[in-house]
């Protein structure tokens, strides 16, 4: 598969208080805080996955973000998909880091939380994707200072082309408190936009 012949066939983003499909708008709530605001979207959504409300904050946006590109994809197949997830963000897991730190800074009150601690790296909210969608591709997570739209399309060509994928999920999710932003977007074979660095940027910037 050459690198010209992919597409980006559709793209998710969530960020001040709004939910996009394409250049569809599926979800306003503007000045609620982002708590209020992703227990909304995940209602409205219909994301069907009561372990949503364990998870830490980074995780429910990645999640949500990709139920919502990928459940037409996955839901009509009892396949599982060869779908490759490439996240990445500037913050890691920053938020999740800092109420661990909070919960064993005091030796006399050391009471630190498995279920907190479990969320200290960015990549676990790729496994409750994959747990959710069936997914046993190749994942991974990359921070950066800022959106690398040039990293994320070489890698996901990279991951067609060398057959580990058939599709690629990529994309940025950075979440400190009300400071978040998801945007998503599905590398293939099909689709009307074409994948390159000036796409990708393209559909990035336009908010």
């Given at each position: 598969m050459k690198a010209q012949h992919l597409k980006i066939k559709e793209y998710c983003r969530i960020s001040n208080n709004r939910v996009l499909l394409n250049d569809e708008l599926l979800l306003e709530?503007?000045?609620?805080?982002?708590?209020?605001?992703?227990?909304?979207?995940?209602?409205?959504?219909?994301?069907?996955?009561?372990?949503?409300?364990?998870?830490d904050d980074l995780s429910k946006l990645g999640f949500l973000a990709?139920?919502?590109?990928?459940?037409?994809?996955?839901?009509?197949?009892?396949?599982?998909?060869?779908?490759?997830?490439?996240?990445?963000?500037?913050?890691?897991?920053?938020?999740?880091?800092?109420?661990?730190?909070?919960?064993?800074?005091?030796?006399?009150?050391?009471f630190p939380s498995p279920a907190v601690f479990v969320y200290t790296l960015p990549n676990i909210c790729l496994g409750?994707?994959?747990?959710?969608?069936?997914?046993?591709?190749?994942?991974?997570?990359?921070?950066?200072?800022?959106?690398?739209?040039?990293?994320?399309?070489?890698?996901?060509?990279?991951?067609?082309?060398?057959?580990k994928a058939d599709e690629v999920l990529c994309g940025w999710i950075n979440c400190d408190v009300d400071d978040y932003e998801a945007f998503l977007y599905l590398v293939s074979t099909e689709g009307s936009i074409a994948h390159n660095k000036e796409e990708i940027i393209k559909l990035y910037t336009t908010k």
């Amino acid at each position: 598969m050459k690198a010209q012949h992919l597409k980006i066939k559709e793209y998710c983003r969530i960020s001040n208080n709004r939910v996009l499909l394409n250049d569809e708008l599926l979800l306003e709530d503007l000045g609620s805080d982002f708590i209020t605001f992703i227990k909304l979207a995940y209602k409205k959504m219909d994301t069907n996955y009561p372990k949503f409300f364990k998870m830490d904050d980074l995780s429910k946006l990645g999640f949500l973000a990709t139920d919502i590109l990928l459940k037409t994809v996955t839901q009509d197949s009892e396949m599982p998909k060869n779908i490759a997830l490439v996240f990445s963000n500037s913050a890691s897991s920053l938020q999740t880091d800092r109420k661990h730190q909070e919960s064993i800074v005091d030796k006399e009150n050391y009471f630190p939380s498995p279920a907190v601690f479990v969320y200290t790296l960015p990549n676990i909210c790729l496994g409750e994707i994959s747990i959710k969608h069936r997914l046993y591709s190749e994942n991974s997570f990359f921070i950066f200072n800022h959106f690398n739209a040039e990293y994320l399309h070489d890698y996901a060509s990279s991951l067609i082309k060398t057959e580990k994928a058939d599709e690629v999920l990529c994309g940025w999710i950075n979440c400190d408190v009300d400071d978040y932003e998801a945007f998503l977007y599905l590398v293939s074979t099909e689709g009307s936009i074409a994948h390159n660095k000036e796409e990708i940027i393209k559909l990035y910037t336009t908010k």
